[in-house]
């Protein structure tokens, strides 16, 4: 019997211990290895941060539906990985033994690499945590008492888009439903190199599209963004031709800003010499495996 042990309970880590279950039977033990005891629907946060969901809406207990499908559950964060030993090292100091790892914790979010940023001692939001959509609902409500100038984008490194480009249109609508748009500019600052790049050089016409949905919105736009800090009410950011000299430095006031974070890899993956690349992103062959 083969032990395969899932580390992270997200929308990639559910699927993957579900459909292991499912293609091995029940003849092999399958383990999920998650931080928190919960799992969280990660699309529905843009609408937690302006209150169309609320945390109860898009969280459940992870534990008894991984029961049904006979998955044992361990909630509690990994520290170490120890691939010549199939070893894993808990928070608690507790060891678990497995045949096979799969890896589906999700990214590390750099804050740190920017001053000023993150939702943790920093002034700009996020969204990439139920917590974090709290937190950012909150804001959002001293915005809707205070209206003011909105920032919404991207940091320098960031790989994923869609989700800044789904609260900037979530937003919008929130205010117009409040009847207070006409009092916040909303500019959108991004590291892309045009609006509806999205990291992956556009989707068909994303570029229009986005183009077109922004100046019917009233949304204003810097591309070729790099944001060097953020202090409070205030957002300095560097806007850089193709060769990445800056052509024009902007300092932009805000009331309320959500800016996605560059992502690392965790720390304990990040840690396994040659698992990971410089940023600790797991390397894989054309089948998603470790050559290690």
């Known amino acids: 019997?083969?032990?395969?042990?899932?580390?992270?309970?997200?929308?990639?880590?559910?699927?993957?211990?579900y459909e292991a279950r499912e293609a091995l039977g029940k003849s092999h033990k399958i383990t999920v290895i998650n931080a928190v005891d919960y799992f969280q629907f990660v699309p529905s946060n843009p609408w937690v941060a302006v209150g169309w969901r609320s945390r109860d809406e898009v969280?459940?207990?992870?534990?008894?539906?991984?029961e049904r499908k006979g998955i044992d559950f361990i909630a509690k964060s990994v520290t170490k990985i120890e691939p010549e030993s199939n070893t894993l090292t808990l928070q608690d100091g507790a060891k678990v033994n497995y045949d096979y790892l799969i890896i589906t914790t999700g990214p590390k979010l750099s804050f740190e690499e920017v001053p000023g940023s993150g939702p943790h001692g920093g002034y700009t939001n996020s969204i990439c945590s139920i917590d974090h959509a709290e937190k950012c609902y909150a804001d959002y409500e001293k915005l809707v008492a205070n209206p003011g100038p909105v920032i919404i984008g991207a940091m320098p490194g960031a790989s994923c888009f869609g989700p800044a480009y789904e609260y900037t249109m979530v937003l919008d609508t929130a205010l117009r439903k409040k009847k207070i748009r006409n009092k916040v500019p909303i500019t959108y600052v991004t590291a892309e190199p045009y609006i509806g790049h999205l990291g992956l050089d556009g989707v068909g016409d994303s570029k229009g599209i986005m183009e077109s949905a922004f100046r019917s919105h009233d949304i204003r736009w810097i591309t070729n963004a790099k944001t060097t800090k953020v202090e409070d009410g205030k957002m300095f950011v560097d806007e850089l031709d193709m060769h990445g000299n800056v052509v024009k430095q902007h300092?932009?006031?805000f009331k309320h800003s959500m800016m996605l974070p560059a992502f690392k890899g965790v720390d304990a993956v990040a840690a396994v010499e040659g698992l990971c690349n410089p940023r600790g992103f797991v390397i894989v062959d054309q089948h998603q495996r470790s050559p290690k």
Request: charged residues 5%; neutral net charge; proline residues 11%.
């Open 1 to 17: 019997m083969a032990h395969i042990v899932v580390l992270g309970a997200g929308i990639g880590g559910m699927p993957a211990a």
């Open 59 to 66: 969280i459940f207990a992870i534990k008894p539906y991984l």
């Open 251 to 253: 300092e932009l006031p």
